[in-house]
């Protein structure tokens, strides 16, 4: 992968009349896929610099319709390229302003607050019902589009773009609709959480019925027009309207590989990825060795609450001594300062291991319910494809995802919101992904 560069620009006049203007010339121009975002210098007034992101370019030349472009937007001073992110991370704020879809979008510093850790959802509802209707799913769908154009971004452009789509009314609330933007398979997460990144465009299989599959991944009305040029496509909407489509693909067993769609996008036919992401996934102690560690923590200055399996309590018996600290193992929230929008990180502390781990929360909690003897259990229902999971002892998110990754739809609410019922799964996944996780299953006919 080529590494995104950037051409600095300078220029007068006013901030937001400038990266408007910008953004016109790119959008009109059909380059938002080249010139994903801009940035600014700090503390520009009058005269300052613009730099922007140039994707797939090589060549230490300047391409001739960047340049043209950049007349175009009233951009006459001496360009500087390449620049990498590295040279000019001194120069410019931490703002990023997307060119692609928001006229809403002024620039200003994006947030003067905590957004929230995206990993944690302790707080987070396991089913939204407040804001259920159907023109909710073509503002998911416009979500997908957005980062497909973007590729990849910080955790603050995507809560950004959540907050303008109106899906959702507070900030900490995208973390539910990046976990399910997750599961679906059309974004990655850093393992610091600070940055996502769009997943390429991919052909499912779905294990159970034959002849269906599925898109994940990169999604644009130009790759769904390309796609549905050799096979036909069907629209369902996700349960609830919580999710982006699915985009159902009617197809013989295509051959695994890349298919060149005429697009001139690289379509990845994967075949029946959830059963192979399952026979590849670690067992539950080896999953947590690929928790992120979080090294030399200093909880000194750190308020210190535990999750007693309901909620976050103040903790008394833990403290820190020298390099070592002193406390059980567990699900911790540690909050440095006092004042609202403090920062806060939720981590699994290793008691004996001495370790402090990141990872997704429901995931988190499971390891603690399993650390305790916590015997869970699943049900499924035999002959209907469908397992069923208590809602409060959701799984971490890669064996989750594996499950949602058999139908293309996030599961959905039973027995009265306590338990989450997911479509496609064949006997054969459920008992490799209960083996690992070290689950009961128990077969009824009904939850």
């Not at 990144?197 to 779905?206: F, K, Q, S, Y």
């Not at 200055?301 to 007693?308: A, F, G, I, L, Q």
């Amino acid at each position: 992968m080529i590494e995104r560069r950037y051409v600095g620009v300078p220029t007068v006049g006013r901030t937001a009349h400038v990266l408007e203007r910008i953004r016109q010339v790119v959008r009109s121009q059909n380059q938002t896929h080249v010139i994903p975002i801009m940035k600014i210098e700090k503390k520009a007034r009058g005269q300052f610099y613009v730099f922007l992101a140039i994707e797939a370019v090589a060549d230490n030349r300047l391409p001739d319709p960047i340049v043209n472009l950049l007349k175009m937007a009233g951009l006459t001073g001496r360009p500087i390229w390449p620049l990498t992110l590295a040279e000019i991370k001194d120069m410019v704020s931490n703002a990023e302003v997307e060119t692609h879809g928001f006229s809403s979008l002024s620039y200003k510093p994006l947030w003067d607050r905590d957004v929230g850790d995206p990993y944690d959802l302790s707080e987070e509802p396991v089913f939204d019902t407040e804001l259920e209707d159907p023109k909710l799913g073509e503002r998911y769908d416009q979500l997908l589009y957005w980062l497909s154009a973007n590729a990849e971004g910080t955790w603050e452009t995507f809560v950004k773009a959540c907050l303008v789509l109106q899906l959702v009314k507070d900030s900490k609330h995208a973390r539910r609709i990046f976990r399910r933007l997750m599961l679906l398979g059309h974004v990655e997460c850093s393992s610091d959480g600070s940055r996502w990144t769009i997943c390429p465009p991919a052909l499912v299989l779905c294990p159970t019925k034959s002849g269906i599959a599925f898109l994940c991944g990169q999604r644009t009305p130009k790759l769904l027009n390309s796609v549905s040029d050799t096979w036909a496509l069907l629209e369902y909407p996700q349960k609830s309207h919580q999710g982006p489509s699915q985009i159902e693909v009617r197809c013989d067993q295509p051959a695994e590989g890349i298919l060149e769609l005429s697009c001139g996008i690289g379509l990845h036919i994967t075949g029946t990825a959830s059963m192979k992401i399952a026979r590849l996934l670690p067992d539950l102690e080896g999953w947590k060795e690929t928790l992120t560690p979080i090294e030399k923590l200093n909880t000194t200055n750190c308020s210190v609450e535990r999750w007693d399996g309901k909620q976050y309590v103040t903790c008394t018996d833990f403290y820190q001594r020298g390099d070592d600290y002193v406390g059980a193992s567990g699900l911790y929230r540690l909050t440095r300062g006092t004042a609202p929008g403090s920062h806060q990180m939720v981590l699994y502390f290793d008691c004996d291991q001495q370790k402090w781990l990141k990872g997704d929360w429901y995931g988190l909690r499971f390891l603690v319910y399993k650390d305790a003897g916590h015997d869970c259990e699943v049900i499924q229902h035999p002959g209907t494809n469908e397992l069923v999971i208590p809602a409060d002892e959701r799984w971490p998110m890669l064996f989750e995802r594996t499950l949602v990754l058999a139908a293309g739809q996030l599961p959905c609410p039973a027995n009265n919101q306590k338990w989450l019922l997911y479509e496609g799964v064949s006997n054969e996944l459920a008992r490799f992904l209960t083996d690992k996780l070290n689950v009961s299953v128990e077969e009824k006919h009904h939850a």
